[in-house]
């Protein structure tokens, strides 16, 4: 059974810091993984997938590598803003085949807070 | 862009009543979950649908049944709530054919059992 680890449980920086959120699985038969984002009260919003054939991908400010060998994912995140105070969540997506897709694995977050 | 709905931000039932709740997407997707979200314990899966009719169980089925009648609606329904059911419940969709099998997430329901 995948699970899903995310180190730090919580971080906290003043504005302006480049950061790196950590996040490993133990099952590395993977199809692509997710990097959400969640909002306190609100649901989930995909901020990265990133497929298993990939080592990176790139969304503005926002960077996610991934080592499928070794289980691994970051989320790098530069020049931080308040506004990107939130819960952050990796998702790795399991390619055991027929009706497996989708069903994602989440890790417990790292809660980020970005201060002025 | 993708949009799922759910049909309540906020819910407030007794316990032993029936609960339904309802999420709808406009993407003709046809992957739907069911989540539940509780501190210290993440998102858990309930239910997955794949097509029309067709379900699945996820971790934590117990309690819960689902409905998908139509490819956009997936109802979950608490036969009789109990408080142990107070929870955030997220909705999502993905489409399943030739693509990524990225989730879109709904808004979520937060719902209280009392």
């Known amino acids: 059974k995948q699970e899903v680890t995310q180190i730090p449980a919580a971080l906290s920086v003043p504005e302006g810091e480049n950061l790196v959120l950590n996040c490993s699985f133990t099952?590395?038969?993977?199809?692509?993984l997710q990097w959400f984002r969640q909002d306190p009260g609100k649901g989930l919003t995909s901020l990265l997938l990133?497929?298993?054939?990939?080592r990176e991908q790139t969304s503005g400010r926002l960077n996610a590598s991934l080592d499928k060998s070794s289980g691994r994912s970051t989320l790098y995140i530069a020049a931080s803003q308040p506004g990107d105070s939130a819960t952050y969540l990796c998702?790795?997506?399991?390619?055991?085949?027929?009706?497996?897709?989708?069903?994602?694995?989440f890790g417990q977050g790292t809660i980020l807070t970005v201060h002025p | 862009d993708v949009k799922v709905t759910q049909s309540s931000r906020y819910l407030v039932k007794r316990t032993g009543e029936k609960v339904f709740l309802e999420c709808v997407q406009d993407?003709?997707?046809?992957?739907m979950f069911w989540y539940r979200q509780d501190p210290g314990l993440g998102l858990r899966l309930i239910y997955f649908?794949?097509?029309?009719?067709?379900?699945e169980k996820g971790d934590i089925p117990e309690g819960y049944s689902v409905s998908r009648e139509k490819k956009e609606r997936f109802s979950l329904i608490l036969e009789s709530a109990s408080t142990n059911q107070t929870s955030m419940y997220l909705c999502?969709?993905?489409?399943?054919?030739?693509?990524?099998?990225?989730?879109?997430f709904g808004p979520g329901t937060r719902l209280t059992v009392t």
């Open positions: 999502a969709s993905s489409l399943s054919t030739g693509a990524t099998h990225e989730q879109y």
């Open positions: 099952d590395s038969a993977i199809y692509n």
């Open positions: 990133i497929q298993s054939s990939q």
């Open positions: 998702a790795p997506n399991p390619n055991a085949g027929g009706t497996s897709y989708g069903k994602l694995t």
């Open positions: 993407m003709d997707h046809e992957n």
């Open positions: 649908s794949y097509d029309v009719k067709m379900k």
